[in-house]
């Protein structure tokens, strides 16, 4: 079993073959493919990991959808002064299956 610490949108996950998970919107294609940054790399039985990344090892993946999260809402006021302010926010992603890792 070989799994991959990769980064994307400023975060880190961990990632076998076939995961599917949510990260920062890529801003491509739903059906493209994409290669990930690879922070960290076990298999069999091996770490190897490289600052800020390696080279020989890649991990592809396919952008199943993109999309919204849930809306959020924002709400902040002053007491005693009458200021309120009332705001909403729903942050984009991209729902990606990893195809493959190598390395």
């Known amino acids: 079993m070989s799994y991959a610490i990769v980064e994307s949108g400023g975060k880190q996950y961990k990632v076998e073959e076939n995961d599917e998970l949510f990260v920062e919107k890529l801003g491509l294609d739903e059906g493209s493919t994409v290669e990930l940054k690879v ?3 076990f ?5 190897v990991f490289c600052d800020p990344f390696l080279q020989d090892a890649s991990v592809k993946a396919t952008v199943l ?15 005693k ?4 302010r009332k705001k909403g ?3 984009p992603f991209s729902k990606i299956r990893i195809d493959s890792i190598s390395g």
């Open 89 to 91: 926010h729903r942050q």
């Open 65 to 79: 959808k993109n999309g919204k999260g849930r809306k959020i809402t924002v709400f902040t006021y002053k007491p």
């Open 39 to 41: 922070v960290a790399f």
């Open 43 to 47: 298999k069999e039985g091996s770490f």
């Open 81 to 84: 002064k009458n200021c309120k």
